[in-house]
């Protein structure tokens, strides 16, 4: 056995470099990677001759690989060609995911599969009544912003006692709609501007602001949920004055489309962005009910005026300035501030923000609604715009 330095210095054959901290041949680093940790590191020479110097045994050929200097620390790992298959596979193919195949892929989407037609012209029936009617007290409040704050505590829930969702369906979904539809109904129907309306323009509005009072009133709820109640986690949220905890409700997307039900829920939480920035900017300003109020008031007359415009632009500006006009007043003279500027402007971030978590999510209805993710439509289609719904 040769001990040049060109040599492996295990073997005595022709070296091929440095493995492990020793200059070996290919054979011996092997056997040595695969060997280090093996029962031959406590085995005796396996040789009858006793001649350790010749012997080359496995026993003996691993304590020299060890003797002249080999470590398994020196191993490295995860540069194999074939590498682990990624966590996170490739989306399908559009054939695949939509589930037909590649030649009826561009044909007309409507021929295929039934739409599910749902009717709410009992609850537009219902609002009507209530629009004809007005509140069904009296009310006495200082201001058309106080009259207002009034309708929205009618709405508040015990946020100490509140119950949670077992599961999300149909029927959970319809009563959801038909809960805040009535309820935006019955809360502008404080506005004494709004009840001097024609009752068609009444309607068009109620139709149009109802599905902007879902986000704004489900987030402050939220807020208001998290901050008294100390074990609430980011995956609760309150909705429809109930506790919906994404890690344990069940969702039941199967009657609302035909894609697969993980595809559909990750569609429909995409009308959720900027949900979490909302609800920590409102536990950290803690809007009083009239700042609130005005809140939603803004957002949603802000939001009518410029989806109609003309006449209908007119009248939800009119209401602004009316009720920016109280909110002053509840500002300088209620609680003698003064300076209250930088306050408001916080709060007209949270409300820009939800505008653009509306303007942002529309490609995605859109597209949605080019690959027929959803198969509803409803018998008043001008009533769930900006939804996501159908």
Not at 122 to 142: M, Q, V, W
Not at 184 to 213: P, R
């Amino acid at each position: 056995m040769t001990n040049s330095p060109f040599s492996c210095r295990i073997c005595g054959m022709k070296a091929h470099g440095t493995h492990f901290g020793a200059v070996t041949c290919r054979a011996c680093a092997a056997f040595f990677r695969r060997s280090s940790k093996s029962k031959w590191i406590n085995k005796k020479c396996q040789s009858k001759t006793g001649n350790k110097a010749r012997c080359f045994c496995r026993p003996c050929r691993l304590r020299r690989c060890l003797d002249n200097g080999m470590e398994d620390t020196k191993f490295q790992y995860g540069r194999d060609l074939n590498l682990p298959a990624d966590d996170n596979p490739l989306v399908p193919s559009i054939s695949n995911f939509v589930g037909r195949p590649e030649f009826l892929l561009f044909c007309d989407s409507k021929s295929s599969g039934s739409k599910i037609v749902i009717d709410v012209q009992p609850l537009i029936k219902e609002a009507s009544r209530l629009l004809r009617n007005g509140c069904a007290t009296p009310l006495r409040a200082e201001s058309q912003l106080k009259k207002l704050t009034l309708g929205l505590k009618v709405m508040q829930c015990d946020l100490k006692n509140v119950k949670c969702f077992d599961k999300i369906g149909k029927a959970e979904f319809l009563d959801i709609i038909e809960f805040y539809f009535m309820a935006g109904v019955k809360w502008v129907s404080h506005f004494d501007h709004f009840q001097k309306l024609d009752q068609d323009l009444q309607m068009k509005l109620a139709q149009s602001i109802w599905n902007i009072f879902i986000k704004i009133h489900k987030c402050s709820n939220t807020a208001k949920y998290r901050k008294s109640n100390s074990i609430g986690t980011h995956d609760q949220k309150i909705l429809r004055n109930m506790c919906v905890d994404r890690e344990k409700v069940k969702f039941d997307f199967s009657w609302m489309s035909d894609y697969p039900q993980h595809f559909v829920k990750k569609y429909m939480f995409t009308h959720n962005t900027y949900d979490s920035e909302i609800v920590e900017a409102l536990i950290k300003l803690d809007p009083t009910d009239v700042e609130l109020t005005y809140m939603i008031a803004q957002l949603c007359f802000e939001y009518a005026g410029k989806r109609f415009q003309g006449e209908i632009l007119k009248v939800t500006d009119h209401f602004q300035q009316t009720l920016s006009n109280d909110l002053h007043h509840y500002y300088t003279s209620e609680l003698n501030r003064e300076r209250y500027l930088k306050r408001l402007t916080d709060f007209m971030k949270i409300n820009k923000l939800i505008q653009k978590s509306i303007w942002e999510t529309r490609p995605h209805r859109e597209l949605g609604k080019v690959f027929n993710v959803l198969k509803t439509e409803f018998s008043h289609p001008e009533m769930f715009e900006d939804t996501g719904f159908c």
